[in-house]
């Protein structure tokens, strides 16, 4: 991507990474986000009032802020890019915590090691935002394992 790249680009990175609507659930038209760049450029990180949003790496990918997770848990079918925890690990995600393999209790079929991810309540509610560890397969079948490395928690309720 070029170092003047644009919203409409973001957009269209974030739809490829996340699937169709990802891209104006992230950046919506009808309100001002900022973008911050290196300075060749390059876009690094997209922020707003409420938070940051996506980091862009130097790979062409993004990795999730915890309002981006939320963005994209609105935008997205349930449990698309997400990984669902019960009562018991809800605390530790806020807190900023892993997520391991026996305390997972759904995840999005298209879920791949290496995957952006939003780890969610049963409720659907946010609790963070990390990487991928398994395959959701993996994730269902394992019981011992860590299954997201948590970037970024929530926070307290």
Known sequence: MSGDAT???LRTVADYQFGAGAGE???????DVTVRRSTSGRPRQVTCDAG???SYLTD???????EGGRRLRSALPHPEYSVVVGDESAPFVRDGKNVFA???GGVGESVRPRDEVVVVHEDDTVLGVGRAELAAAEMRDFSSG??????SG???E
């Open 52 to 54: 940051r949003i996506v």
């Open 25 to 31: 659930a992230l950046f919506p038209a009808d309100e």
């Open 154 to 156: 929530a926070g307290p």
């Open 146 to 151: 860590m299954a997201v490395k948590v970037r």
């Open 60 to 66: 062409g990918r993004f990795t999730l802020g915890v």
């Open 7 to 9: 919203l409409e680009d």
């Open 102 to 104: 026996k305390f997972v």
